[in-house]
C-alpha cells in the first residue's frame, strides 16, 4: 500500500500487509482467528524532537472472532483484536491498543458498536483500510453503526464515531467525532 501525501512530518509512505489465519465451524458458530503483520516504512520521515529520518513501524495483530446463528432472523457476531507496535524510531520503543467489535443482525437490519483502547501511533488499522500516518497518538474511541441490506450486496449505512488523541505538535488531548453515511454495492 502506497501513501502519497503532502504531509511534511512523515511525508510519503510504503505499507506492507500480510495476514495468517484461520477458521473453525461447530454447529451454527464460526470461530476464527489469526494475526495481521504491517510494515511501516517513511524515507523521509521525522520523530517526535523534529529530527528528520527514516521512520520504520512494525506492528502485529493478533485477533479472535466468534460468530452464532441464534436463530432463522437473529445472528451476532463478536471480534477482538490486540494491537502490538514496535517503534524502534520513536522516543517510545512499543505501543499496544485493543479493540472490540460486536455486531447484531436481525434479518435484514444490523448494528454494529465498536471500541479501542490503549495507544497508537502511526499505526495501521481494520486489515490495512485505515492508515494513521501521524505522529498522533491515539487514545481511545468508540462508534455505532446501522445498516439496512437491501439486497444481499447492496447496503445502507450510518455511523457514528468519537477518537480522542494527543495532538503531536501541541502536547494536548483532543477529540474528533466522525458522520458517516453510506450506501455500498459488494461483488
Do not use: C, W
Not at 505499507?15 to 454447529?27: N, R, V
Not at 451476532?76 to 479493540?99: G, H, M, V
Not at 437490519?109 to 492508515?131: N, P, R
Not at 468508540?142 to 444481499?152: F, P, T
Amino acid at each position: 500500500h502506497y501513501i502519497n501525501t503532502n504531509d511534511t512530518i512523515l511525508g510519503d509512505g510504503i505499507i506492507l500487509i500480510t495476514a495468517l489465519g484461520g477458521y473453525t465451524f461447530k454447529a451454527y458458530e464460526k470461530y476464527s482467528y489469526g494475526v495481521e503483520g504491517y510494515y511501516s516504512h517513511y524515507k523521509d520521515g521525522h520523530d517526535e524532537n523534529g529530527v528528520q529520518k527514516s521512520i520504520s513501524m512494525v506492528q502485529f495483530t493478533p485477533y479472535f472472532g466468534f460468530y452464532k446463528a441464534i436463530d432463522i432472523n437473529n445472528k451476532n457476531s463478536l471480534n477482538i483484536k490486540f494491537n502490538y507496535e514496535i517503534a524502534s524510531d520513536y522516543a517510545k520503543k512499543s505501543y499496544s491498543s485493543f479493540e472490540v467489535s460486536d455486531t447484531y443482525y436481525y434479518r435484514r437490519l444490523f448494528s454494529t458498536l465498536k471500541a479501542y483502547f490503549g495507544e497508537m501511533k502511526t499505526g495501521v488499522k481494520d486489515g490495512g483500510i485505515v492508515v494513521y500516518n501521524s505522529l498522533d497518538l491515539k487514545k481511545d474511541g468508540y462508534s455505532l453503526r446501522v445498516g439496512y441490506y437491501l439486497k444481499n450486496h447492496f447496503i445502507i449505512s450510518a455511523s457514528y464515531g468519537i477518537d480522542s488523541y494527543r495532538e503531536y505538535l501541541k502536547s494536548e488531548d483532543a477529540k474528533n467525532d466522525t458522520a458517516l453515511f453510506s450506501l455500498s454495492y459488494r461483488y
